[in-house]
């Protein structure tokens, strides 16, 4: 089932219509925040079905966007976007709760893929990422 309720966490305007554009025809409502307060707000005030934030979305120092969000609510979906494809962020996004991540450079080929993975209660992984990742072990669905 398609998510109905989108929160989406990026403060680059460009990606966001981006974003908006790729899922237009997916969801039924997405609503975006560019700063720590209003996610918070958002994520202890309503319920949405997904979760999608920029890796640097700015949040306070000491804190990435996956583990205050799990601080938040331990039980949230949430794809996480990113530049960086190393193999290091992908294992800290992962140990710190994501159930997904897309690379910005494919989003538009990625992000529609992983809303449906992460939304059947599955994980997704953008393909190129980390080359060192077993391919076995991405994008499953449990």
């Known amino acids: 089932m398609p998510p109905k309720r989108i929160l989406l966490a990026e403060t680059h305007p460009t990606f966001v219509g981006v974003v908006r554009l790729l899922l237009k025809e997916t969801i039924g409502s997405m609503f975006m925040v560019a700063d720590e307060a209003s996610l918070t707000e958002a994520v202890t005030g309503s319920q949405f079905d997904l979760v999608i934030a920029d890796l640097s979305f700015p949040v306070s120092p000491g804190k990435n966007v ?3 969000l799990q601080s938040l609510n331990p039980e949230i ?20 709760g994501a ?7 494919t989003a538009s080929t ?26 076995s072990e991405r994008n499953k669905t449990s």
């Open 66 to 68: 996956i583990r205050l």
């Open 110 to 135: 990625d992000l529609l893929a992983a809303v449906e993975a992460v939304s059947k209660g599955g994980t997704y992984i953008s393909p190129f990422c980390c080359t060192q990742t077993e391919k």
């Open 77 to 96: 979906r949430a794809i996480i976007l990113s530049v960086y494809d190393e193999q290091t962020v992908l294992d800290e996004c992962l140990a710190a």
């Open 99 to 105: 159930k997904g991540f897309v690379l910005k450079r």
